[in-house]
């Protein structure tokens, strides 16, 4: 058996269904081993792409996605995703071709040293030497990028291994994850304790508990001990935003009160977060007065930001649920009523009462109305990202993927191509950006090519919106390369690619153009026009602490 | 070179190229400082032994994290029991015993 085949065979082993790829000289011998088979090939237009359609899966399944690319720009191209997939813990394997092995070292054609440039953007990553190696390597990438805290892995593959061949006794089993508890019970009484006896405890709720199983149990913990929560942006979707707990999402673009209302904590309990700087403002100014938990699995999370209280290495779900039986129910009626004081004092963002359909809030909140329940949102990155992350009632884990920790514009577009290929049977809408859209707008391609029910929604205010924003309120409205000059036609673009296209611009009933195009069993694009006067607020200025918010 | 207090890491890890880029690149792109190194295969030659020579300061912490995390890492250990001389006499490698 050839390495390719047994690369294959081993993918097909691990359930892989679906792969997102584009083929070149080294990774040859892969697609031809993959012909013969079952595995759904979708072929991306740029290895970006790629990396993105394999997020998009990942992120929605929490299961490893996986793409293939090819050596030297075929890899480089995709440094971007993995990077991204790295800052926001994305489980995906990602196997490059390489040159031959002994070409490797001579400035082949095509070569780069992918192993070296991805040391950095990886969870880890192999360069393999001998066709034998692939039977361990191949189940371990995937156990790397699904174990602990999730991440990137790159399979650098050169030809000849993949063409060489190999004799093996048996197929190598693919690790389970480990579920046995690192928690102990005096550990759980000890943080039960602590929660117990706090008189105005906050959870901060980050990307380790945006998962079914998590939420659920965060929902027990928060209305057992009436604890109200606030999350990051990672963790959208891990509590209703609309329950009388919630606080909404922190930081940057977050709510006034739950930046103001977390200073006034005298416990904090992160679960599955790491105190980002663009969740926390200034580090130092933030929580000064309270004790803090933090529950992270990754140790080197721990007091790397913030010292913590207490701490412990564990995934957030384990720690919940031996902790919930030992905490005590509580009215906290007085901290409630905090709760409530602030707020009422400090509104969050809300559509203005003109009802101007063109208003952000409010094409978000027609889009909300018009879709299921379980839809999946991505976004990509600016204004528009952060007004979807402020405005949609996300409900449900796992149902908004956005690029949170990178920031990469571009991502919206493939990532929902992803969404929809692990998720046939969902709907899908990518909001994205005049800006953002054209980073990888090669992809609405792919999105005709497999025909998937995907609605992206541009909204269109001609400009790098958010960067422009910075501008306006930090730079003396000194406005430099922010502004369109030329302007494309969305939709004529949608339709050259082969999907449909729509514009609300001159639509003499926009609301019902838009339903109508939400309704479609199908990728289509709708070119929405943004006051480009918009800003997003309330915000923190970047360097400042998150209390002293502009809104 | 002496007045910072130093101490050493010991780090066991897979023998193999890409091992050391793993380790000096976490300290680059870190921001952390290493004052020496010195690395040689042991046993059959499966796994090395890195012995990193470190200022200790607040960052200490993270850097033992952070190396730990290493999937070639197999274990680290802090040592204050070292003979420093290999690191401070370093230039006295090539330039010994005449003839």
């Given amino acids: 058996m050839t390495g390719a085949q047994i690369i294959v065979r081993l993918l097909e082993k691990k359930g892989i269904k679906t792969v997102a790829g584009i083929p070149g000289a080294a990774n040859l011998h892969l697609y031809n081993a993959l012909k013969s088979s079952k595995i759904r090939h979708i072929l991306a237009r740029h290895e970006q792409g790629a990396g993105f359609m394999a997020q998009g899966m990942a992120r929605t399944t929490g299961k490893a996605g996986v793409c293939f690319t090819t050596s030297g720009p075929g890899a480089t191209n995709l440094l971007t995703a993995l990077a991204d997939a790295k800052l926001d813990s994305i489980p995906i394997v990602a196997i490059t071709g390489q040159v031959a092995s002994a070409a490797i070292g001579t400035d082949a054609f095509q070569e780069i040293d992918t192993y070296g440039l991805t040391i950095p953007i990886t969870k880890h990553n192999f360069l393999v030497r001998t066709v034998e190696e692939l039977l361990t390597i191949i189940p371990e990438a995937f156990h790397i990028a699904e174990s602990g805290r999730p991440g990137p892995v790159v ?125 926390t403002g200034i580090s130092k100014n933030f929580c000064t007065k309270s004790k803090i938990i933090h529950i992270d699995i990754d140790a080197s999370e721990i007091n790397k930001i913030k010292k913590a209280t207490y701490s412990l290495t564990a995934r957030a779900e384990e720690v919940l ?19 409530d004081r602030v707020k009422t004092s400090m509104p969050y963002v809300s559509a203005p009462e003109d009802s101007d359909l063109f208003h952000p809030f409010n094409i978000i909140s027609e889009v909300v109305h018009n879709v299921p329940d379980d839809a999946i949102i991505s976004t990509d990155v600016g204004q528009h990202q952060m007004w979807v992350a402020q405005a949609w009632p996300f409900r449900k884990p796992r149902t908004f993927i956005s690029s949170s920790g990178l920031g990469t514009m571009g991502f919206g577009v493939p990532a929902a191509i992803g969404a929809a290929l692990a998720n046939p049977d969902r709907k899908v809408v990518c909001f994205s950006g005049d800006g953002s859209i054209l980073m990888n707008i090669q992809e609405l391609v792919t999105m ?34 922010t502004q369109f000059e030329a302007k494309p036609d969305f939709c004529a673009l949608a339709k050259a690619f082969g999907i449909g296209g729509v514009d609300l611009t001159e639509a003499p009933e926009p609301a019902r153009t838009l339903i109508e195009a939400l309704a479609v069993k199908g990728p289509v694009l709708v070119n929405i026009p943004i006051d480009s006067s918009e800003i997003v607020l309330p915000m923190v200025k970047p360097g400042a602490p998150n209390k002293d918010m502009i809104f | ?80 029991d070292y003979d420093h001389k290999v690191f401070f006499d370093i230039d006295k490698l090539l330039t010994q015993q005449p003839g």
């Fill in chain 1, 155 to 279: 399979i650098d593959i050169p030809k000849d291994i993949q063409q060489q061949s190999c004799t093996f006794e048996k197929w190598p089993e693919f690790k389970e994850i480990s579920t046995e508890s690192a928690v102990s019970e005096n550990q759980a009484a000890e943080i039960a304790a602590m929660i117990n006896s706090a008189q105005q405890p906050v959870i901060l709720a980050g990307g380790g508990v945006n998962n079914e199983e998590s939420a659920e149990l965060l929902l027990q913990l928060a209305e057992c001990n009436n604890i109200p929560v606030t999350f990051t942006m990672r963790a959208l979707g891990a509590f209703p935003p609309d329950h009388r707990l919630s606080l909404g999402m922190i930081g940057m673009h977050g709510t006034r009160y739950a930046n103001a209302l977390i200073e006034e904590a005298d416990l904090v309990i992160a679960l599955g977060a790491r105190f980002d700087d663009r969740a």
């Fill in chain 1, 321 to 339: 649920r031996k902790i919930l039986p030992l905490i005590v129910s509580d009215g906290r009626e007085q901290w409630l009523k905090e709760i």
């Fill in chain 1, 448 to 481: 005709a090519e497999n025909n998937l029910n995907i609605t992206v929604l541009v909204f269109n205010n001609q400009s790098l919106g958010l960067v422009k924003q910075h501008q306006e309120l930090f730079f003396k409205k000194n406005f430099m390369a």
């Fill in chain 2, 1 to 80: 070179m002496n007045p910072k207090k130093l101490l050493i890491i010991e780090l066991h890890v897979n023998n193999h190229p890409g091992v050391m880029s793993h380790i000096t690149g976490l300290f680059s792109r870190r921001g952390y400082n290493m004052e020496g190194i010195l690395c040689g295969a042991i046993g059959e030659g499966e796994t090395s032994l890195i012995y990193l020579l470190i200022a200790e300061d607040e960052k200490l912490e993270q850097i033992i994290l952070q190396l730990s995390k290493l999937y070639d890492v197999l274990n680290v250990k802090l040592r204050r």
